[in-house]
């Protein structure tokens, strides 16, 4: 439990000193005041908004502009987590300078402490500048949603020799460029345990196994709110959803019947005042 600021040097010294990191993702005022309470190390304002908070099919629509909304809102609940923005699609693909100019706008308009970029060696380039900008990066590898019309679909990587090879090489890569941790998504457990044991900077996982240096979950996954699909990885701690429709339709049936709002709720006025009316 973060009792105190988690930092990235926070996330190094739990790497260091084996206790495991917690993330949740979050994307308005009042959960990340929740999340806080309880004392969660991380909070990610992740791209997965798209699909949870604005309803798209994928991660692809969100748009820099709506990331920059939703992480304002985070971080004025934000005390003692580390609040990391995810950089969204093509918001750091076309150039090293647009890529820095993004995700400077997470630190200096939506009140992000660090970013997070999907990736190997296609975006070392924008991860150096934007750390050399003095902006930490948190890498993420394996299945990079941003990337699933290349993937055809939302599957596991790295179960094969030479894509496995080639993601145990990418997490060097990363860290060699400065990145201060790497999200593991959909990835073989072996292989999770295999990469964390090789780098010196902590391992998220999703989807990855229990051998990571931490794990993260989307916070309406674990809620139990998000209907529409449930990964494999996902374990629901709280089923809100069924909650939800239940104190729905108990109000609905107490409005109906003129049960609320009852006199507790009411305002009162002095007799003789309505008397003059």
């Known amino acids: 439990m973060a009792t105190q600021k988690f930092t990235v040097q926070s996330f190094k010294a739990s790497k260091k000193e084996k206790r495991p990191i917690t993330m949740l993702t979050a994307y308005d005022y009042s959960t990340t005041c929740l999340l806080e309470e309880a004392g969660v190390d991380s909070i990610l304002v992740g791209d997965s908004l798209g699909m949870v908070m604005l309803g798209y099919d994928n991660t692809l629509r969100v748009t820099m502009d ?3 909304h939703h ?3 985070v971080s004025r609940g934000v005390r003692n987590a580390l609040l990391i923005g995810d950089m ?3 918001s750091y693909h076309v150039s090293v300078e647009e890529a820095v100019r993004n995700a400077g706008r997470f630190v200096q308009e939506g009140g992000a402490e660090a970013v997070k970029l999907e990736g190997g060696p296609d975006v070392i380039d924008k991860i150096r500048a934007i750390i050399k900008a003095q902006i930490p990066v948190l890498g993420h590898l394996g299945l990079t949603p941003q990337s699933i019309n290349l993937f055809g679909g939302f599957k596991v990587q790295g179960k094969e020799l030479e894509a496995a090879r080639r993601l145990v090489d990418d997490a060097l890569l990363l860290q060699d460029a400065g990145v ?3 999200v593991l998504e959909s990835v073989p457990d072996v292989l ?3 990469i964390s044991q090789k780098l010196d900077i902590p391992t998220i996982g ?3 196994g229990p051998h990571c240096d931490g794990q993260v979950l989307v916070i309406q996954d674990l809620l139990g709110t998000f209907r529409r699909m449930k990964p494999k990885f996902v374990k629901t701690y709280a089923e809100l959803g069924d909650a939800t429709v239940a104190a729905v339709k108990s109000y609905m049936e107490e409005v109906r019947e003129r049960k609320f709002p009852g006199p507790e709720h009411s305002f009162k006025m002095d007799g ?6």
């Open 272 to 277: 003789a005042l309505l008397a003059k009316l």
């Open 206 to 208: 999703i989807g990855a």
């Open 192 to 194: 999770a345990r295999l």
């Open 88 to 90: 969204p699609f093509l």
């Open 66 to 68: 709506e990331m920059i």
């Open 180 to 182: 201060f941790g790497i």
């Open 71 to 73: 992480t304002k809102a």
